[in-house]
């Protein structure tokens, strides 16, 4: 039976593993509280990949013996050995008596075995339901949608005016959202593994597509789908590349020339198929999910084009819009996504789960393509 203390101990391990998100990758976020009844003996969560997992790191901090004592653990527990051992194992070996678990690990490694190997040792396990488990879910939505299909996460994000626009008809789009969501944006980038925009983007406004707030930020990966690999050798993403790795998608359409220009000046160049002239979005996730380490978290930046592929092509799972309190109109005046576009209104993607908040003076919309959580 869980008890309102349970409950409250379980939001502080979930507290905890969020104070690592964006810095675990492959590995999951999760945070891990041990309790002897109403005090906390001991806590924890997994800073990086390759440090200590949550329980370790809680039992490695108590204050006291742990025998008999209860953790409350935002994932199941792994029974496996990577670079570091086996979790299960080491709560079956300090004595641990009870195991509260606000999600479990759809992973084929663990996938429920790890609460089976402490049922089998006599620890008593319990699973939550409710509020916490759809939060301890969604901190780890990427993990889990790569654990299951081995692709990434894909979050579109778009700035646009209260009208639906993201630029003027003269191309000028500095700067539609407010100081607060471009802020937010950054702390985005530095918790995802990569970030793509399209070709026409990256000439346009030869972004960086790098976290620039203060912070323990990691760079993600940058991405550019670039058909004819025409990315410039002067663009900020070329010059930085020693700095921040950058990868080019391209197609057979890409001369051999401006693919060898771009490999000399270190940037990865990968040639894929093509679907309607542009570079197979299907085919580009597959290889973002297979690499190592694994791609899991996917920030889709722009443009409109590129946003249209992935909408035709299914591939998006998060949408984050800001939008702004101003007009711009005009009839030539882009929008989030463009492309062929669905026929009937009936025919559109439907979004689901959808939140709202204040950033600033703007207003950011997150909805996501299914109606079931990963």
Request: glycine share 10%; aromatic share 4%.
């Amino acid at each position: 039976m869980v008890s309102g203390l349970d409950i409250s101990f379980m939001q502080r391990a979930l507290n905890l593993a969020d104070l690592a998100q964006g810095k675990t990758s492959p590995n999951p976020t999760v945070g891990a509280v041990i309790a002897r009844g109403d005090t906390v003996i001991g806590e924890g969560y997994h800073k990086r990949a390759g440090e200590d997992h949550a329980e370790v790191a809680a039992i490695k901090s108590a204050k006291e013996d742990v025998r008999g004592a209860t953790i409350f653990v935002t994932l199941e527990p792994c029974c496996h050995t990577g670079r570091t051992g086996p979790c299960s194992g080491a709560l079956i070996d300090v004595g641990i008596a009870r195991v509260v678990v606000a999600s479990l690990d759809p992973s084929s490694k663990v996938n429920g075995k790890g609460l089976e190997e402490l049922r089998e040792a006599g620890i008593e396990v319990e699973v939550l339901e409710g509020l916490l488990a759809e939060r301890a879910r969604s901190q780890n939505e990427a993990f889990r949608k790569h654990a299951v299909t081995g692709l990434p996460f894909v979050i579109f994000k778009s700035a646009m005016s209260l009208d639906g626009k993201i630029a003027t008809s003269t191309g000028d789009s500095k700067w539609i959202s407010g100081e607060e969501s471009r802020a937010l944006v950054h702390s985005m980038r530095g918790e995802v593994d990569a970030i793509a925009v399209g070709s026409g983007t990256a000439l346009v406004d030869d972004p960086m597509l790098t976290c620039r707030i203060p912070g323990d930020y990691r760079q993600p990966l940058r991405v550019v789908f670039d058909s004819k690999a025409g990315l410039s050798l002067d663009s900020k993403l070329v010059k930085t590349v020693q700095e921040t790795p950058t990868l080019v998608f391209v197609t057979e359409a890409a001369p051999p020339e401006n693919i060898k220009a771009l490999e000399s000046t270190g940037v990865e160049v990968v040639q894929l198929g093509t679907l309607d002239g542009q570079v197979n979005v299907g085919e580009a996730l597959l290889h973002l999910g297979s690499r190592e380490p694994a791609i899991l978290s996917f920030l889709l930046e722009g443009g409109p084009t590129l946003a249209a592929s992935f909408v035709e092509s299914g591939a998006i799972d998060k949408v984050m819009t800001f939008v702004a309190p101003k007009f711009i109109g005009g009839k030539s005046a882009r929008t989030p996504v463009e492309g062929r576009g669905f026929r009937l209104v009936g025919e559109a993607q439907p979004l689901y789960r959808v939140r709202h908040r204040a950033v600033g003076d703007d207003v950011l919309i997150t909805a996501y393509t299914t109606q079931e959580e990963w």
